[in-house]
Structure formats: structure tokens, C-alpha cells
């Protein structure tokens, strides 16, 4: 409780600032219209060497955070390129003998794969699962054989449970622009121990041909921060890379050769929609582009995945899914209404805490609404306010090469709590079961500043009198 009264008094500052002018802000802030101008190939070069292992980056690799995937791209399929070796740190405090770390050291193989797409030919992708790792304690670990040895560290979440502060940031659509830069520079000092990707990764595919080298100098770009802490990965659809008139029929192929994750580990069999447990949260994460319809596969999952959930042991609960269900901007106006309709009442009976999406190059945040009542006769179609509905996230901001969507909708509609045109990220502080700190930092301020901050209280541990 201490941390949490660290914070407050900040925010209930910004809350009285930004709640007396209820009924939704657009903010003022006037971003200069500009083009997202992307960084060229050369930015980013492979590293010097011998078959050096690149583009370095992690996600988890089980159900509850004991197991992180680490997957790398090598010129050449050598002995020894699939190999990762990893030891734990051990605290001086704890440990005098140097000669404990150097037996630690344990090794894991991955699974090595190479594409084709059009014409273009992959690198070998190699994805190794480092299971049975100890909560809460660091490793580092190394990639590449002989010389080219490059050496990377991680820090494993607290074991599942309700009371575990974590911190997570939030990103979405992006890309590889001078923008983009700006995004990842100010997330990465790091703010947060995982980041929450709400999809559009490269956009490889705004390029002739899907031009694949973007996939590359993506992971490039992404390295320094995606491999020192796992990224959970939502699909946007900037990763369907559909292109049956060059002969690439197979939707998702370079995303689901470069960014594996642990489906099965949450019954699902598309790694398209899945779900983790990472400290005090349980995450959801769906795919706007595939089947979720009654009785399809992903309808069915999530429909026992809900089930699954346990708010006693991880009271957050946060979905992820590309595509917005709640934006009021005249791009992609109403693209997420489908999904909403098919799965609205499940988050509002389950009381989902957050749903976070992209797809729109602008921020956006919703008061906690819920549009269930309506069906085909009655007309009951406008939002109202819900208690036990989830706030609405869109933070397609990241700074793509499509650059901002700076056309809203107006008048601003009721369920639009707050909504900007600017570039930037967020940041996710669960401090325990009840309360958690959320911040939205737009690019053009101090890192610092929260330009939209609010506290958010957890919807399962809400006591009935708190329900407004
Ligand atoms: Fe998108």
C-alpha cells in the first residue's frame, strides 16, 4: 500500500483535471500533420561477424511465465546455430562461489525453419522454449556458436497471484519510422517488465511485393527492447500478408514463421488467439482476422477460455484483439462492430478489465460502456454506461509508415472518454488486486508527463457500493 500512495496523489490531481470535463475530451493537442517517414534498409545493418545471430527477440513460452521462448534469425543452418545457453544471475548476497554460475549454465535447441515469399528467401528462424525457469529471478543468455556469441538477459515474472505488482507497456501498429522510433525510445528505459503488442508489427506489406527485408529490419529495430523482455503479440492485419497475385495464398505466413508463441499451452490451436498468465493478470488475446463466428474454432475457445479464468489467482483480466470495438475515429469507423456484437456480453459478464486494440493511428480511450441490449427490433442501439463493462483502449499509435488518423468523428460520442491524433505509447501499473495505474504518454512530451492517465480500479474486487 505504500507504493500505491506514492502515486495517487498525482493522479487524483490529473483525475480532477480530466474528470470535471466529463462527457469526453478531444484533446487539444494539435499534432503537426507530417509524414511517418520510415527508416531505410540501411538503418539497419546485420551485425558484424560470422553468422551472427540478429533481430534477437522473446515472448512467453508456457501459461504462467516459468518458460520464455527466444527466437533469432542466422545466415547459415551451422552446428550449434539453434542453440541457446542460459544461467541464472546469482546474487552476490547469496552466493560467493563464481564457480555455481558456470555450472548453471544450461542449454536449450530450437526448431529451425526458413520461408520463401515471392522472392525473397528467409534466413534460418530458430525459436527455442527455455522451460522450467524460477519466477521472479534473472537470466541471462546467449545465442550464436564461437565467435559469434551475442549475450542477452531477461527477468521471469513473480509467480501467478493476485497481490503481485506488474508492470506492463502497451504498444501497438508500429512500424519501422523515424516515428516508430520515437515510441520505442520512450517506452524503453524500460518502463515496463512486458509489453503488451496490440498488433501491426513491420508493415512489410505497404511495400511492393510485401518486401520481406522489412520483416528483418524489424526485428532489427525491435531487438533492443523485444530482447531483453517478451512481447505478447496480438495479429494485426498487417501480418496476413495475403497475396495470392504473387503467389503467397497462405495468410500469416512470415508472422507465424518469425513470432511464435505458446497456444497450446492455453488449449487454443491457432497461435492466432491464445491466452497467458503473467503475475496478476490473465491475458486474451483474439484475432480480428480469423473465424469467430458461432461454432468456429476461436469462438469456441473463448467461450471455455472464459470459463478457464480464475480471478482469484489473477484478478486482471485484459483482452487484446487488433481491431477496435469502441473508436470514433472515421478510420476504420465500425470495422470491430462483427466481433463486438458476437462477444460483447461475454466481457461484460466476465467483467473484463481492458480491452486493448490498435489498428487506429490515433489514441483513443472509452468510459465504461456497453451496447448488449440490442437486438434486431427493438433499436436499442446507443452505448450505456456499465459498471462491470471494460474500458475500451486504442493505442494504434505507435507510428507506422501509414502515418496518424487525425479525423474523428463529430460530435465526439458519448462513450468517448478521451481521444488524441498522436503518437506515443502507454504503460500499465498493477500494483495489486484492486488498483492499478494507467498512463498514455504521447511522443512530443518529457517522458515523464502522462498526457491521459487514470486509476483503474479492478472490476472483480469492485465492491457493490464502488459500482457507479
Ligand atoms: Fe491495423
Same mark, same amino acid.
Given at each position: ?129 527455455? =522451460?522450467?525457469?524460477? /519466477? ?82 524489424? &526485428? ?42 505458446? /497456444? =497450446? ?13 503473467? &503475475? ?13 463466428? =458461432? ?11 472464459? =470459463? ?22 472515421? /478510420? ?82 458519448? /462513450? ?53
Amino acid at each position: 500500500m505504500k507504493n500505491l500512495n506514492l502515486f495517487i496523489l498525482p493522479v487524483v490531481v490529473f483525475l480532477t483535471i480530466t474528470t470535471v470535463i466529463n462527457g469526453g475530451i478531444t484533446s487539444e493537442y494539435v499534432r503537426q500533420a507530417q509524414p511517418s517517414v520510415e527508416m531505410p534498409l540501411e538503418t539497419f545493418p546485420s551485425p558484424p561477424g560470422y553468422n551472427v545471430p540478429e533481430q534477437v527477440h522473446l515472448t512467453q513460452g508456457d501459461h504462467d511465465g516459468r518458460a520464455m521462448i527466444v527466437s533469432w534469425v542466422t545466415p547459415l543452418n551451422l552446428a550449434g546455430s539453434n542453440v541457446v545457453t542460459y544461467w541464472m544471475v546469482v546474487n552476490s548476497s547469496t552466493s560467493t562461489n563464481s564457480s555455481d554460475v558456470k555450472m548453471a549454465k544450461k542449454k536449450a535447441h530450437g526448431s529451425t525453419s526458413s520461408y520463401r515469399f515471392y522472392d525473397y528467401t528467409s534466413g534460418y528462424l530458430h525459436h527455442a522454449n527455455i =522451460k522450467g525457469l524460477e /519466477y521472479n529471478t534473472t537470466y541471462i543468455y546467449e545465442v550464436g556458436s564461437d565467435q559469434s556469441v551475442r549475450q542477452f538477459n531477461f527477468t521471469t515474472p513473480p509467480a501467478v497471484g493476485p497481490d503481485v505488482p506488474y508492470t506492463f507497456g502497451i504498444i501497438g501498429d508500429l512500424g519501422q519510422t523515424y516515428a516508430s522510433n520515437e515510441t520505442l525510445y520512450h517506452y524503453s528505459n524500460p518502463k515496463g517488465q512486458a509489453v503488451l503488442f496490440a498488433g501491426d508489427l513491420s508493415y512489410a506489406d505497404d511495400h511492393p511485393n510485401h518486401d520481406q527485408r522489412k520483416w528483418d529490419t524489424f &526485428g532489427k529495430f525491435l531487438e533492443p527492447c523485444a530482447a531483453y523482455q517478451p512481447f505478447i503479440y496480438a495479429a494485426g492485419n498487417h501480418e496476413i500478408d495475403f497475396a495470392p497475385e504473387i503467389g503467397e495464398p497462405h495468410p500469416f505466413k512470415p508472422y507465424m514463421h518469425r513470432y511464435p508463441n505458446a /497456444y =497450446k499451452a492455453s488449449g487454443s490451436i491457432s497461435p492466432l488467439w491464445y491466452s497467458v498468465r503473467r &503475475g496478476p493478470a490473465h491475458i486474451i488475446v483474439l484475432s480480428s482476422y480469423s473465424a469467430y463466428g =458461432k461454432y468456429t474454432p476461436q469462438y469456441l475457445w473463448l467461450q471455455q477460455e472464459l =470459463k478457464n479464468v480464475n480471478r482469484e489467482e489473477t484478478p486482471w483480466l485484459i483482452v487484446m484483439v487488433h481491431s477496435p470495438w469502441y473508436n470514433s475515429n472515421n /478510420y476504420h469507423f465500425m470495422e470491430g462492430e462483427s466481433m463486438r456484437i458476437m462477444f460483447e456480453s461475454w466481457f461484460v459478464n466476465s467483467k473484463v478489465d481492458l480491452v486493448l486494440s490498435g489498428h487506429v493511428h490515433a489514441y483513443e480511450r472509452s468510459e465504461r460502456v456497453s451496447n448488449i441490449k440490442y437486438n434486431i427490433t427493438n433499436g436499442l442501439s446507443t452505448p450505456v454506461k456499465d459498471p462491470n463493462a471494460p474500458i475500451y483502449i486504442t493505442i494504434g499509435d505507435g507510428g507506422n509508415i501509414e502515418g496518424i488518423a487525425n479525423s474523428f468523428t463529430d460530435p465526439q460520442p458519448s /462513450y468517448s472518454a478521451y481521444r488524441e491524433a498522436s503518437f506515443g505509447h502507454a504503460v500499465l501499473e498493477i500494483h495489486n488486486r484492486t488498483h492499478a495505474l494507467y498512463t498514455w504518454h504521447r511522443n512530443q512530451d518529457n517522458e515523464p508527463v502522462a498526457a491521459d492517465s487514470f486509476i483503474v480500479r479492478n472490476r472483480y474486487n469492485l465492491l457493490d457500493d464502488e459500482r457507479i
